[in-house]
């Protein structure tokens, strides 16, 4: 029988402790883990039903980045899209998302990518002054970059699914026009 399921391969990036293991293990496992165990990397596969087209999705859990790290080619190399994460409770992380777009665009030569910038730990806003980061000034940086923007608790699992749904989205909107599953090559070469 043909395999008639399309691979998408998903880099999950962002500041260390913002929430990304914790995002995918929600939606790949449906529980949330408590305990912080940083990151080395991890990949994950998960089947994804979306507008009646059956993705067979890879999703690649990275350790956290900070200003000083250089992006991982495995990281920009066939990947088809991106979730960059930061937490709602730090301006730091938020920050971070603008630096580490900046350097995939960079190493891909492309002006966007299909991208979904997202605002995670949710829940912790009901604690006095945890929210460092307003919806409208994420929603303005995704705008910028023509990016799509969810905010999402994994913790009380909100908004978790509808972020692989909203790549898959910014993945298709861009391969519409092409027929090919490959992701487009890059235009840089690396020396
Ligand atoms: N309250 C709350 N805590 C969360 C949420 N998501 C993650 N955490 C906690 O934040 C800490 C870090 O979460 P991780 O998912 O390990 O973060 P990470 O971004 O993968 O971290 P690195 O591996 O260092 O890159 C853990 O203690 C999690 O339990 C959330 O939605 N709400």
């Known amino acids: 029988m043909a395999n008639t399921m399309r691979k998408r391969k998903i880099a999950v990036l962002g500041s260390r402790s913002v929430g990304k293991s914790s995002l995918v293990i ?13 990151t080395i990397e991890s990949t994950f596969s998960k089947g994804v039903l979306y507008k009646g087209v059956e993705y ?9 980045q900070d200003e000083y790290s250089i992006l991982n080619s495995k990281h920009a190399i066939g990947i ?8 709602i409770t730090s301006r730091r992380s938020f920050d971070m998302i603008k630096i580490v777009y900046d350097k995939i665009i960079d190493f891909c030569g492309k002006n966007d ?13 009901s604690s006095p002054n945890s929210r460092q980061v ?58």
Request: hydrophobic residues 35%; glycine residues 4%.
């Open 26 to 38: 929600q939606f790949i496992e449906n529980h949330f883990v408590e305990p912080y165990h940083p």
């Open 113 to 125: 990518i299909p991208c979904v910038i997202v605002g995670a730990k949710t829940d912790l806003q």
């Open 134 to 191: 307003q919806p409208d000034e994420g929603e303005e940086l995704a705008k910028l970059n023509k990016a799509a923007w969810v905010e999402t608790s994994a913790k009380n699992n909100v908004n978790v699914g509808k972020v692989f749904e909203l790549c898959l989205a910014e993945i298709e909107k861009r391969s519409s026009h092409s027929q090919t599953d490959q992701p487009e090559p890059s235009k840089c070469i690396v020396m």
């Open 80 to 87: 088809h899209g991106y979730v960059l994460v930061y937490s």
């Open 56 to 64: 067979d999705c890879d999703i690649i859990d990275t350790a956290g």
